[in-house]
């Protein structure tokens, strides 16, 4: 008896517990049907004073008035917004919703309930017709047709119409706005009016009984000519040299596969080469000599990318021609070992050698590859003065070299090195711990350039996911670009480091299908020193600033602006919503300011800090990385 009461006590307790801590329902619950779109919508709106910022909201409908007793409601949806649009309604029905909000899994009574009818919308209908015309032969294309595509928020479905024995076209469509694109085999395809894109075209509106007629012409396909780059390579004696030109595609676009960028050749064993190139290409050449006590070269005689000559392949181009300089000797160098983080396997790496300069954010770069089967390096010939080493490999987390063993991903926090113009510097060793992947899902790619557009190479990019965690690692090449690969699903924050140059953060990357691609093209700005005016910028605008350092451990800087004077709030929260710390409550007068978030208290991984100021309201991620 006994047993059974205590029994019965516990669960009571806890039947008390749980309705206690039941949040409370969302209110004012409306509904409102949307004719602006192709298809009739139901939008949704609420109230709801949950404190968690991530509170979820379940969205119940059922088909039928509210009084209609022959359905019932089912969830259909959750979120984390105090709206919803539920596009799967069909004229002439009506549709009853109501909403629970749910904390911790505990899910509310339901909110009021609402119902909503959708009226049949009268439909007309207007005509365009035309002929599709060969431009240059002024005669009806037969193998043609044109495509309407109903612009934004215009109804009706996108059609194609084929062109009949005379060229001729016809469409009856829904009132609206459209784009019209024709094609053909073997003509240019255009949007109307003679424009490559959508963004670019003309809308065309059509009424309520309008009959249009357009006459298009489209032009021949003319396939692209391909034509040689030509030249030679050789040193200051004029003794031909054996070595690897690099063609370097500026005018194309980011693609999955980088190489597609770059087209590259060797000579021969008279330092001859050709380039074979897409007409209307732009390039950049540059030769790295097998012999190495010749310095690279850029065409026409330059040392970096930057500087380098541009050259259009308007027909054949020859005489790119490259006479090496000699490399200046120096009987010094750094040598050490790359290996995993136990110390036994010998890793497939590069090693990168950043020359520290005083003078503005002009740096010395070398590098080179490990031997595969030691993982031993040697830097040798260094130009005297002081460095910082960087080793990457592929798979495997990069680090800065510091003399302690403790991987770091900041320049700043590197150990230096002085290198004499006769001094060997041994046992610079690394240890790299592997990424542990079991799906990997995706890359991200892009460029690296700094503040007016030219590329930065021997920049570390390194994405962080929602745990805290680094999951990938990439190096810019000559021409800025890199690649991240083997990125499970996740969201990803992007931090890009480069010595003498301010870091670079990009938040709301996401990793949500099996090799899906991200491009982030990154502008670093000059690691200046920038003194204070006599006379600050007034603020004009709300603005939450990423924080400094990020990641950060333990301790991090957030910036702010206020063009008035408000009731201000900043709440850090974690992954799952729930707020972690205040750092910010109360009257703010308006102007810039700092506070400073210890997170010595918590565990790494990613962070929301959220500010609220009057009807401001902003959220910025944050890394907590130990």
Excluded at 142 to 150: D, E, L
Excluded at 189 to 198: A, C, K, L, Q, R
Excluded at 349 to 377: E, L, M, Q
Excluded at 536 to 553: C, K
Aim: aromatic content about 12%.
């Amino acid at each position: 008896m006994k047993k059974l009461l205590l029994s019965l006590f516990i669960s009571l307790f806890f039947l008390t517990a749980w309705s206690s801590a039941q949040p409370n329902p969302p209110a004012n619950l409306s509904a409102t049907v949307d004719y602006s779109g192709r298809y009739p919508k139901v939008n949704l709106a609420w109230q709801n004073d949950s404190a968690s910022m991530w509170t979820k909201f379940n969205i119940y409908k059922k088909f039928g008035s509210l009084n209609d007793s022959t359905s019932r409601f089912v969830r259909i949806w959750s979120t984390h917004y105090k709206t919803f649009t539920d596009y799967f309604v069909q004229p002439g029905r009506t549709y009853s919703y109501y909403v629970t909000s749910v904390v911790n899994r505990v899910e509310s009574v339901p909110s009021n309930m609402v119902e909503a009818q959708v009226i049949a919308p009268v439909i007309t209908h207007g005509k365009i017709s035309g002929v599709l015309m060969n431009d240059s032969a002024n005669i009806p294309i037969t193998r043609g047709g044109v495509k309407f595509i109903p612009a934004l928020n215009s109804a009706g479905n996108p059609m194609f119409v084929p062109t009949d024995s005379n060229g001729f076209f016809s469409a009856r469509l829904r009132t609206g706005n459209y784009y019209m694109f024709s094609s053909a085999q073997g003509f240019v395809g255009e949007f109307y009016d003679n424009v490559s894109t959508m963004q670019t075209a003309t809308k065309i509106t059509v009424l309520e009984n309008d009959s249009l007629v357009f006459t298009i012409g489209l032009a021949k396909f003319v396939p692209p000519s391909f034509y040689s780059l030509i030249g030679w390579v050789k040193d200051g004696s004029g003794t031909p040299q054996r070595a690897w030109v690099s063609a370097y595609l500026i005018n194309r676009n980011n693609g999955h596969d980088m190489h597609r960028r770059k087209l590259q050749t060797p000579t021969d064993s008279l330092g001859n080469f050709t380039l074979t190139l897409k007409q209307n290409d732009t390039v950049i050449v540059y030769a790295f000599s097998h012999n190495r006590t010749l310095l690279p070269e850029y065409w026409n005689d330059k040392r970096t990318f930057a500087e380098a000559d541009r050259i259009a392949i308007l027909g054949n181009v020859t005489d790119i021609n490259m006479t090496l300089d000699p490399v200046p000797v120096y009987n010094n160098g750094i040598t050490g070992t790359v290996m995993d983080s136990a110390g036994v396997l010998p890793l497939k790496a590069f090693i990168y050698a950043y020359k520290k300069v005083n003078n503005g954010i002009r740096y010395t770069k070398y590098h080179t590859p490990t031997d595969s089967a030691t993982g031993s390096y040697s830097l040798t010939n260094l130009e005297p003065g002081t460095y910082i080493l960087l080793s990457w490999a592929r798979g495997y987390k990069s680090t800065y070299f510091r003399f302690d063993g403790t991987p770091t991903l900041n320049w700043r926090d590197a150990d230096t090195l002085v290198v004499n113009a006769n001094d060997v510097i041994p046992n610079i060793n690394f240890q790299l711990r592997q990424f542990i992947r079991r799906n990997s899902a995706g890359f991200v790619l892009g460029t690296v350039k700094q503040r007016g557009g030219n590329a930065l190479d021997g920049a570390l990019m390194y994405a962080i996911n929602t745990k805290g965690e680094v999951a990938g690692c990439g190096i810019s090449d000559l021409d800025g670009s890199y690649e991240i690969e083997g990125l499970e699903k996740d969201e990803y924050f992007l931090v890009t480091n480069l010595m003498n140059y301010d870091d670079n953060f990009a938040s709301d990357i996401t990793i949500s299908g099996e090799n899906e691609i991200q491009q982030i093209d990154v502008v670093l700005n000059p690691n200046e020193v920038t003194g204070v005016s006599e006379n600050p910028n007034v603020v004009t605008e709300y603005r939450l600033a990423q924080n400094y350092p990020n990641p950060f451990n333990p301790s991090t800087v957030i910036s702010y602006s206020l063009p008035v004077s408000g009731l201000v709030t900043m709440k850090v929260y974690n992954i799952l919503g729930v707020e972690v710390a205040t750092m910010v409550n109360g009257e703010v007068a308006a102007g810039e300011h700092q506070v400073k978030f210890d997170g010595s208290n918590l565990a790494s991984g990613m962070y929301f800090v959220k500010l609220q100021a009057n009807d401001f309201v902003t959220v910025k991620k944050i890394v907590l990385m130990k």
